[in-house]
């Protein structure tokens, strides 16, 4: 590779020797940046020792009362938010009395309750009857409905409860029931968190369908993930009703309208597919050859791509017709007639109605590489501009007026459109001000959110699993995951516990009964 030759120092005026050593600051900057970053990563491949962390050494006391008040103070609010709540329902009752003087004076009861928990093993040996008929036909008395295994519904439900909310292992799930004199192995353990959950398969794909009908707002994001030694992608969309999670090898655009079908296999070309074309430049000689073709709805993949094919398009247009397609698909089912998406600006989430989170866009500012004071003042004056606004928008939402709307838009235009001279932040800047209309919506639709956080919070459970448990081998044990991930979040966000949720669900006797969770997810709708 040539490099270029040094330019001529003693031929540059003052301006633009002070602008070049501006620049060379900054890619210094930049490089001890990336140097840092590869030396961490050299060292995470070598399994080299981490840095330690090393404790403040206690010089500047300036913030430590504030901390210490806090501290104080957190358990007085725990105890204040606990102190509402009542003690469940009592299960048994035993009456203690005592032996008294003569002549005493009964005064009823005091009341002292004690909460406690069983845990230990049951073995029942179900003697099933057996005849003959007549005809020499052998019958048998079926189990119980409870009952679909040699492990009883109760330890499916612990073993649920324990990987799926408590994060536990399969080696220390066998340690505990073990202990607890209950005989099984990893492989069984195994078997009943993957196998035989098509009931519950088929009320999380019900979730997202009830959730994309009747939402207002959805937020997404997506992390990675690691199945079968390959990098995945595990993608959330949910909101305060809901939460969904499905695992795929892409992340891409075409990925997420296919999520976005819940789980119907159909292509539609419709209205809604044509305008999705002509938004997105798509040739009008291929937008009237799709019209001429006939047949308007395809069952499946198959069926469609025979007809891609009569077409001959490149990859690039047949990509972009079949995402027209599965737009089609969802708005003939009545899916996000009317929901907006809420994202991190993330080019696979911009689809039907699109909004952008306030505190991604922020970032953006936060890091732009700064090497005089001067820049560093230019950029936390910005910073600072953002966050009054976003406090502004945020009292919006709680009382929206016409005024107060017009005032925000040219408010926006006025701190996106400021020119600083500092090349880096005016252009970020710049970028910020294109996507006017993304973090904008929320001055037409008050009820939608400014931040991704309800996702982000919402993955991070899905995060801890990957650092406590790795990856996934199966497709049975990927598709549990994101299963068992969804159906807790939903109940959590639903007030409904994941232990009664599972009792309802496996039939155990006397269980709390708790309706399906779709029905309460349009039940919940806010007026």
Known sequence: MSVPPPPDLDALSLDELKKLVVQLLIEVTALREENQQLGAENARLKDLPKKPKLT???MDKA???????RTKEAPRQRRKRQSGRRTP??????????????????????????QDLLLAPQV??????????????????PLPPEVSGHFGPGIV??????????????????AQLKSLGVRISEGQIITILTANKDAFHAEKDAILEAGLASAAWVTVDDTAARHAGRDEYTTHIGNDR??????????????????LRAGDPVYVINTAALAYLIEHGVPESIVAALLAAGSRSFDDDAAWRVHLDSFGLGAGQRRRVTEAAMVGAIVARGLLTDTVIVSDDAGQFDVFQHALCWIHAERHLRRIVCVTDEQHRLVDVQRQLVWWFYADLKLYKDDPT???????????????????????????VSRLHANKNELLLVLDRPNIPLHTNGSENDVRSFVTKRKVSGETRSAAGKQARDTFLSLLKTCSKLAISFWDYLGARLKIPDADRVPWLPDL???NVPA
Request: glycine share 6%; aromatic share 10%; net charge positive.
């Open 89 to 114: 329902p009592v299960t048994t009752e035993r009456t203690l009395v005592i032996e008294v003087p003569s002549g005493s004076r009964r005064r009823g009861f005091e009341n002292y309750t004690v």
């Open 63 to 69: 913030t430590e009362p504030d901390k210490r008040a």
């Open 56 to 58: 403040p050494g206690g």
């Open 157 to 174: 439900r612990y073993v649920l409860m324990q990987h799926v909310q408590g994060q536990v292992t399969v080696e220390r799930l066998r």
């Open 124 to 141: 029942i040996r179900f003697r099933r009857e057996r005849w003959v008929t007549p005809d020499g036909q052998e019958i048998t008395a």
């Open 402 to 428: 016409a005024i107060r709307r017009t005032a925000l838009r040219a408010r926006f235009d006025r701190i996106f459109g400021r020119i600083t001279g500092f090349t880096e932040l005016d252009d970020t």
């Open 242 to 259: 809901f939460a969904w999670f499905a695992t795929r090898p892409s992340k891409s655009r075409l990925n997420f309208l296919d999520l």
């Open 521 to 523: 997810i349009r039940q």
